[in-house]
């Protein structure tokens, strides 16, 4: 019995050493350690079944306290057991922010009630609120809360730079955390292409994004998508695997190949009494507009907007008939302006319907919109910054981290959407950004937050060799 327990102490402090942080927690881990042998020498002396179950769950938490919270504590649906089991046991991952690592696993227990508690979301929101320096972990914890808050626009910001983190302020688990609701989230509205995109990240790949991008890669046809050996062997091996199963049934019904249909002509004449036929086309190509890469999309809109002017005799017709005072001329005006409404939100939320807008006009003017609308947020956010960085003053960590994901995200699909545009971003978005991370990095001591401003930025900074070398060296000081 003292052999098992020298392994498992043993176990314990190689992950330790390994995770780099045993000179900050070196007493507490002690004291882990030392209770673990105590337990260990009373079961080995006792030698009693009563003393082995009592102690045993003791030990297994004690030594492997990522395991029992993800596979015990947490599907419980308890969120204060669960954060202050994570705060007394002390999983390795999450030693340089304890307390927002424990509001994350709280608030992932809190995702397991149905409807979650209004109580239990405030709860875990003040202990997060009161984190200082977040990391990884609690950018993770608060696009949990945004989530249980239903703001999945600010959720989806915050998750997609938990994702992107440097190995320094983010961990695996919490990587798999962010990921994991991407990817769920993105399935969850058949919007495949990002799942594609999600799961696809070489060296960085994750079990279970990587099946769903397999996945999706059947499902829209793409021309990397894998055979059925192939498709079931990634199953197999992702976790969760019975809610992934319905979806792996569909990818496994569709052709590897599917022939692409091609477009049928119409006639101008045809084209009125198409009408519509062309509008429950649009209507199926909205619906399902994810599956494609826009061009059905494009299509369907094209096919209305020349529907509309063959029917100006029958609508002048018709406004005689009813005693209309408007004209035709505004009727197909105001027509298309709602048509162009429609697919705005639409361009915004997934800008690669954008595509294929060169054959719509009506597409094209949507997403000229969403270009000037989007370009128009990221200027408002870099103006308050300027302001605030002027005045030394920020808000509290948590808002600040959404501020930052929601000007990321905006300026991420304006790139998307227009790639050319990327030399004005970059021009708009530098000195209010770099002068406000600067500000976090001295005054706020918020060093993650600053890192990944300063490493968004030498992403896109290839244009400004200056900006090149300054971003650089500021980047190597928040790793330092």
Not at 189 to 194: F, I
Not at 404 to 413: E, H, K, Q
Not at 443 to 468: G, T, Y
Request: include cysteine.
């Amino acid at each position: 019995m003292s052999g098992i327990g020298t392994i498992i102490i043993m176990i314990f402090l190689i992950r330790l050493i390994r995770s780099g942080q045993i000179a900050a927690w070196f007493w507490i881990s002690c004291a882990k350690v030392f209770l673990i042998v105590v337990a260990v020498v009373l079961i080995s002396e006792a030698d009693s079944v009563i003393m082995l179950l009592a102690f045993s769950p003791v030990i297994v938490l004690m030594a492997a306290p990522t395991l029992v919270l993800g596979w015990i504590i947490v599907p419980l649906g308890m969120p204060r057991l669960t954060y202050w089991t994570t705060r007394t046991m002390l999983p390795l991952g999450i030693l340089k922010e304890v307390k927002a690592g424990a509001v994350m696993y709280g608030a992932l227990a809190l995702t397991r009630k149905r409807g979650a508690a209004d109580k239990g979301i405030a709860w875990l929101e003040r202990r997060l609120n009161g984190e200082l320096r977040m990391r990884g972990a609690g950018v993770a914890a608060a696009g949990l809360i945004a989530a249980l808050r239903r703001d999945r626009e600010q959720a989806r910001g915050l998750f997609l730079i938990a994702d992107g983190l440097s190995e320094e302020f983010a961990t695996r688990r919490t990587r798999i955390i962010a990921r994991d609701w991407l990817v769920a989230d993105a399935a969850r509205s058949g919007d495949w292409r990002t799942v594609i995109r999600l799961g696809r990240r070489g060296k960085a790949s994750l079990r279970r994004s990587y099946a769903m991008a397999r996945i999706a890669e059947r499902l829209t046809g793409d021309k990397q998508a894998c055979g059925n050996f192939l498709l079931w062997l990634c199953f197999l091996m992702s976790p969760r695997r019975l809610a992934t199963y319905p979806l792996l049934r569909r990818a496994l019904a569709v052709p590897v190949r599917p022939a692409s249909e091609e477009p049928k002509p119409t006639t101008t004449a045809a084209a009125a009494a198409a009408l519509p036929q062309g509008l429950a086309d649009l209507a199926r190509a909205i619906e399902t507009r994810q599956a494609g890469d826009g061009v059905s999309l494009a299509r369907a809109v094209a096919a209305v907007d020349g529907s509309l002017d063959p029917m100006r005799p029958h609508l002048e017709q018709r406004l005689a008939a009813l005693g209309g005072r408007g004209d035709v001329d505004g009727v197909l005006t105001a027509f298309r302006q709602r048509l162009i409404d429609l697919l705005v939100p639409l361009i915004e939320a997934s800008p690669y319907l954008a595509f294929a807008a060169q054959d719509a006009p009506i597409l094209a003017e949507a997403a000229r919109q969403v270009r000037a609308r989007l370009f128009r947020d990221v200027e408002a956010r870099c103006k308050d910054y300027k302001e605030r960085t002027a005045d030394e003053t920020s808000l509290d960590t948590v808002p600040e981290w959404a501020t930052w994901a929601m000007l990321r995200r905006s300026a991420d699909r304006l790139l998307e959407l227009q790639p050319e545009s990327k030399i004005a971003l970059f021009q708009t978005m530098y000195i209010p950004v770099t002068n406000f991370a600067v500000l976090q990095f001295n005054q706020c001591k918020r060093i993650p937050l600053a890192h990944d401003m300063f490493a968004w930025l030498l992403q896109h900074s290839q244009s400004n060799a200056d900006a090149v070398q300054l971003l650089t060296k500021n980047v190597a000081a928040a790793r330092a």
